[in-house]
């Protein structure tokens, strides 16, 4: 996951997944004031989940939440 870079800002998130639409779990996230880099942030788990949001809980620099880029991997189930 990627979010906006410049200004040395930073970004606090949560990562949510869910089975149904419904009732959302926490996967991951980032806290802190760390500055974000290019790199963007990895998390691995081993949770099951159809859908993904990403819920901006802050920014540094401003009260807009900047994602530039989300992907999501997984294996289907067998």
């Known amino acids: 996951m990627r979010t906006y870079v410049g200004g040395g800002r930073s970004y606090e998130y949560r990562l949510e997944g869910s089975l149904d639409g419904t009732t959302w779990y926490t996967l991951g996230g980032r806290r802190g004031t760390r500055a974000v880099t290019d790199a ?9 989940a159809r859908y993904v949001r990403v819920v901006g809980t802050h920014n540094s620099a401003n009260l807009s939440f900047h994602l530039t880029e989300v992907s999501v991997y997984g294996t289907p189930e067998q």
């Open 40 to 48: 963007g942030d990895t998390m691995t788990t081993e949770a099951k």
